[in-house]
């Protein structure tokens, strides 16, 4: 053991613990035990019965019990039935970024729950346990462990191993527990609040825009109450498709989302190797543009912030029309009625097949009042900046959080 794994101390201490003295090598397999999760087969499923959590019901250090869920007609070991302080571990997955991902259970769920085959349990002895499986220290283990071939799988006995480091002062641990918690909570938090501003504005969209054969809406600014009905257009009567192809490959390459509509690629880590002679044939995007793409008959038509190029397998359309908003259209277009009312005039269409301008354009879309329009616009817009706003507030705790365990737990050299 070297001088630098002598110097288990770390760079932020709490007072009361300041004479502590170093931390100390441990296993992981010393803060609880691990139970590899349940085996079961299709004819096991049920719509009622056990519960089982996947890997993909761990999200964000978080876990998701409200989607994706299995049942199955089957009984399980009591120690294999999860527990509030629980911590779910994915141990196997096709995606090497999943592998080691986990999340506590908080006693979330009325009833009997446990954990699939490609999941272990670790039931830890503590609150400060679970902080270890967040550390840096574990994702380096974890990066090691399935890093070399093709094998995306740990077993416990891998986890178990694991060489953490620790204060051998339960009140120091106790006290980076409840620090590190209360992030944890205010976190939580702001996370509510974010969802609750969704689903608010969610709500306000069913209601400012009128219902699939409705002509008003059912809230309506005052100004705009005597306006009469909406008028109704053909989509290509209000918007172009555009496939301009007059560019040097100097313009950025823009990657179509479902969450962020089309943003630069290396804004989010987009890496796709296109070559110079593929770039040709990419479509300018002005901004304003709006891009159908294969995944528009589940999320609504993007929108573009950006000037760039992309792929000519998208279609790009443009507004032809003087009096309507691009900024009203970018909200009504992620309706869940628009989407509903286009996956109706798709009938058929299969998932990797793109909308065609021509069935886009034989729906019928809402052109009020271009004033009404803006205003429309202004209100979901300033709600897209609370919405933002607030996320950021979530990224800059998690990235305090973050920074906070870098000082809490020793930096050890290999």
């Known amino acids: 053991m070297n001088n630098e794994r002598n110097?288990?101390?770390?760079?932020?201490?709490?007072?009361?613990?300041?004479?502590?003295?170093?931390?100390?090598?441990?296993k992981l397999g010393d803060f609880g035990r691990f139970f590899r999760g349940l085996t079961y087969s299709?004819?096991?499923t049920s719509s009622k019965g056990l519960l089982v959590l996947r890997s993909g019901n761990i999200q964000n250090d978080t876990l998701v019990l409200d989607k994706d869920l299995v049942y199955v007609d089957k009984e399980c070991a009591d120690e294999l039935k999860l527990l509030n302080g629980d911590i779910v571990i994915c141990m196997s997955n096709g995606s090497k970024a999943l592998v080691g991902k986990n999340a506590e259970y908080k006693d979330e769920y009325d009833g009997k729950i446990t954990v699939g085959a490609f999941c272990s349990i670790m039931r830890p002895i503590n609150k400060f346990t679970k902080y270890l499986l967040q550390s840096d220290a574990y994702q380096s283990f974890i990066a090691l462990s399935i890093g070399g071939g093709n094998i995306n799988n740990l077993k416990n006995s891998d986890l178990e191993e694991f060489k953490c480091y620790t204060s051998s002062s339960p009140k120091e641990q106790q006290k980076i527990a409840d620090c590190l918690s209360f992030l944890d909570e205010l976190i939580t938090a702001h996370t509510d609040k974010l969802e609750t501003l969704k689903t608010y504005k969610k709500g306000l969209m069913q209601n400012l825009f009128p219902q699939v054969g409705e002509k008003v809406p059912k809230l309506r600014f005052k100004e705009f109450e005597k306006e009469g009905d909406w008028e109704y257009l053909n989509g290509n009567e209000l918007f172009d498709t555009i496939s301009n192809k007059n560019h040097n490959s100097d313009l950025q390459i823009l990657a179509i989302t479902q969450e962020q509509g089309a943003i630069?690629?290396?804004?989010?880590?987009?890496?796709?190797?296109?070559?110079?002679k593929s770039l040709e044939s990419y479509k300018v995007v002005e901004k304003g543009d709006f891009i159908i793409s294969l995944r528009s008959f589940q999320g609504g038509i993007e929108y573009s912030n950006f000037k760039g190029i992309c792929s000519p397998a998208y279609i790009i359309l443009r507004k032809k029309n003087e009096n309507s908003e691009n900024e009203f259209y970018k909200h009504y277009f992620k309706t869940d009625f628009y989407i509903r009312n286009l996956n109706r005039n798709l009938e058929g269409l299969r998932d990797g097949k793109m909308v065609s301008y021509s069935q886009f354009s034989e729906i019928l879309l809402p052109n009020p009042n271009p004033k009404e329009q803006q205003k429309i616009a202004n209100f979901l817009s300033s709600l897209d900046s609370l919405i933002t706003e607030q996320a950021d507030k979530i990224e800059q705790l998690k990235l305090h959080k973050k920074g906070l365990m870098q000082g809490l737990f020793p930096k050890v050299k290999a």
């Open 7 to 26: 110097k288990l101390i770390p760079e932020l201490r709490f007072p009361d613990f300041m004479n502590e003295g170093n931390w100390e090598e441990k």
């Open 42 to 44: 299709a004819d096991d």
């Open 264 to 276: 630069p690629r290396n804004l989010i880590n987009y890496n796709v190797i296109v070559t110079e």
